[in-house]
């Protein structure tokens, strides 16, 4: 579960910035959950064995507080992620463009993938069946195997459509 982040302005009247300095125009957390809800496609970005860039586009959901995806165990993210969990998600709807810092957390219990994947069927169609600790589309050939990840967030940032509004949301203990 992800702790309820603070909310603040991004920049401040000595940033000399074009961007709002106004308290009002903080967004909420629940902006970026609906953010997240509404995407259809979110870019995820990793970090390769030798320090290199890795951005793949993924299907999101949100589930207990937090964004998540699935990943084929081999694929280069998945073996990102197994050597260094950290990872960005980036995701936009007409409201926020929105950027989370943070580290992708294998769910391996049965009760957490299968509120994962009810999110999936709800949002996507797609239904995966759950064994050993794993998600498997039965429906393909050869039932393939999908991890199930969660972002756990330490720090986002939304920067509103009209381009000039900017919120940083800190993470307890960050």
Do not use: Q
């Not at 609906?34 to 390769?48: F, I, K, N, P, Q």
């Not at 990102?80 to 929105?98: F, I, M, S």
């Not at 994947?117 to 069946?129: P, R, V």
């Amino acid at each position: 579960m992800s702790k309820n982040p603070v909310a603040e302005l991004l920049f401040s009247e000595a940033d000399a910035t074009p961007i709002s300095t106004d308290p009002a125009t903080v967004k909420s957390w629940d902006l970026a959950r609906t953010c997240v809800e509404s995407a259809h496609r979110a870019w995820l970005s990793t970090g390769r064995p030798d320090g290199g860039p890795h951005a793949v586009p993924l299907m999101p959901v949100w589930v207990d507080g937090a964004p998540c995806f699935t990943s084929r165990p081999h694929s280069r993210k998945s073996r990102n992620l197994a050597g260094d969990p950290r990872c960005v998600l980036t995701a936009a709807d007409e409201t926020l463009d929105l950027v989370i810092e943070g580290e992708a957390v294998r769910i391996t219990d049965e009760d957490g993938i299968r509120r994962v994947l009810d999110a999936f069927g709800a949002k996507y169609g797609w239904g995966l069946s759950v064994r050993d600790g794993s998600a498997f589309a039965d429906d393909l050939p050869g039932s393939p195997e999908y991890g199930v990840y969660r972002i756990i967030p330490t720090r986002a940032f939304g920067y509103g459509a009209d381009g000039s509004t900017a919120t940083r949301w800190r993470f307890e203990g960050e």
